[in-house]
């Protein structure tokens, strides 16, 4: 069970972020679009976003701590180095954000759009998705020990180096995932062998086929017209 965030009664208005905010904003509420004030380096702690709007900004080496987002579009986004605790996502738009090598720790993803989100070489420590559409996101060498994957669309990912023990799949969609191998130490559900079977034989080159003899081709003739090749 991951930790919720940490948030003070009473948050402050914030309409848009000005040069004095030093990149720091604690204990607001943001409302709207900020995709052309956002910036990297900064630091968000105790606040909330609700139906907020940070399209395609770069956000390397945010720092999120207790943290609520709700409702919102960060679609595209790059939080490359970026670290989270205790930070809430609920019912947000992530297609093709950029998670890359990011710290989690107590992070929930609930009813969120992560659809090609990249995830590669991050660290993740009591973090929950939940009813999540993650199609096609990328895992690569992730740290992903004890992560909770409940009920989500995971088709097409891809779990290559990947550490993935203790990792819970229940109630997820695990078609066509790349990198089976490495989900050696996770745990899944009965319904969930064959998925989980057929990219492992997929990663060790092994092929799936009913015909026991198949016919050997033959070689091409030559053209209409034409005799066998010269000796």
Not at 59 to 70: F, G, K, M, P, W
Not at 100 to 117: E, I, K, M
Not at 173 to 193: C, H, P, Y
Not at 212 to 225: E, L, Q, S
Request: glycine share 10%.
């Amino acid at each position: 069970m991951t930790k919720p965030p940490r948030l003070p009664v009473a948050l402050a208005e914030l309409k848009a972020l000005s040069a004095g905010d030093g990149g720091a904003i604690a204990e607001s509420i943001l409302r709207g679009d900020f995709t052309d004030w956002w910036g990297e380096d900064h630091s968000l702690e105790r606040s909330r976003l609700v139906q907020a709007q940070l399209i395609g900004t770069a956000s390397n080496r945010l720092r999120a701590l207790d943290v609520r987002i709700e409702s919102s579009d960060l679609s595209g986004s790059d939080f490359d180095e970026s670290s989270f605790t205790r930070v809430v996502f609920h019912e947000c738009r992530l297609s093709g954000a950029v998670f890359t090598r990011c710290s989690f720790r107590d992070v929930l993803f609930s009813g969120c759009r992560l659809n090609q989100a990249n995830f590669a070489m991050s660290e993740t420590s009591t973090v929950m998705f939940e009813d999540t559409d993650l199609r096609e996101s990328d895992f690569y060498a992730a740290n992903l020990s004890g992560t909770r994957f409940f009920d989500c669309n995971l088709s097409g990912a891809q779990f290559s180096k990947a550490t993935t023990t203790g990792v819970r799949f229940h109630g997820s969609t695990l078609t066509d995932i790349k990198g089976g191998q490495a989900l050696a130490g996770a745990v899944i559900e009965s319904s969930q062998v064959l998925p989980v079977a057929l990219a492992v034989l997929a990663d060790l080159g092994i092929r799936v086929d009913d015909e026991r003899d198949p016919p050997v081709p033959t070689a091409r003739k030559g053209r209409r017209g034409q005799g066998p090749p010269a000796g």
